[in-house]
T-cell receptor, first 116, second 113 residues
Framework: GAVVSQHPSRVICKSGTSVKIECRSL??????MFWYRQFPKQSLMLMAT?????????EQGVEKDKFLINHASLTLSTLTVTSAHPEDSSFYICSLREGAGNTEAFFGQGTRLTVV | AQSVTQLGSHVSVSEGALVLLRCNYSSSVPPYLFWYVQYPNQGLQLLLKYTTGATLVKGINGFEAEFKKSETSFHLTKPSAHMSDAAEYFCAVRVQGGNKLVFGAGTILRVKS
């Protein structure tokens, strides 16, 4: 399957600081990118969807000014958690998809964010 | 809107026994259905998917699932469990032509030796 690289795998930051998470497709062009959040013992919750070159579409309840998503190219998307608080501590996973139709989505390895 | 229900948040089987993880979905339009596996602190890996055609789908690691429209189910099975199958499994649905994957709550599979 396609390779998706998500970095960093773990990050610890202080309250009030910002953290950037990168998601790269290494061998295909990702026309659509998704960011998910997963709390302990829970399922993945979609935060936002972005298409290359356009603004991300956020799910209800997700603050777009807090979770900044940039889909600058067909191989790179970033999620920036701004002014992080302890309640933002979670596992964040990106997912990339090439084209439309029944093409599958490929997932990054996830980023464990801990805000102290 | 689509939704996915996975019956049983935890399933425990003995090594060599049949694995059955249940998934029921709700969708007003024909769905695409997926099963993913997640190991601790890792992303998701696709096990198998149903889009169109044959309703019995074979995936990696000996897993298979059958799409039953009349029962709105897509249960995951494996004839003989291995210790390495211990992980969390997610069923997901996406409408045809749509972008969004909707996940079930997940089922943690434990394999006893």
């Amino acid at each position: 399957g396609a390779v998706v690289s998500q970095h960093p795998s773990r990050v610890i930051c202080k309250s009030g600081t910002s953290v950037k998470i990168e998601c790269r497709s290494l061998d295909f062009q990702a026309t659509t990118m998704f960011w998910y959040r997963q709390f302990p013992k829970q399922s993945l919750m979609l935060m936002a969807t972005s298409n290359e070159g356009s603004k991300a579409t956020y799910e209800q309840g997700v603050e777009k000014d807090k979770f900044l998503i940039n889909h600058a190219s067909l191989t790179l998307s970033t999620l920036t958690v701004t002014s992080a608080h302890p309640e933002d501590s979670s596992f964040y996973i990106c997912s990339l998809r090439e084209g439309a139709g029944n093409t599958e989505a490929f997932f990054g390895q996830g980023t464990r964010l801990t805000v102290v | 809107a689509q939704s996915v229900t996975q019956l049983g948040s935890h399933v425990s089987v003995s090594e060599g026994a049949l694995v059955l993880l249940r998934c029921n979905y709700s969708s007003s339009v024909p769905p695409y259905l997926f099963w993913y596996v997640q190991y601790p602190n890792q992303g998701l890996q696709l096990l198998l998917k149903y889009t169109t055609g044959a309703t019995l789908v074979k995936g990696i690691n000996g897993f298979e699932a059958e799409f039953k429209k009349s029962e709105t189910s897509f249960h995951l099975t494996k004839p003989s469990a291995h210790m390495s199958d211990a992980a969390e499994y997610f069923c997901a649905v996406r409408v045809q032509g749509g972008n969004k994957l909707v996940f079930g709550a997940g089922t943690i599979l434990r394999v006893k030796s």
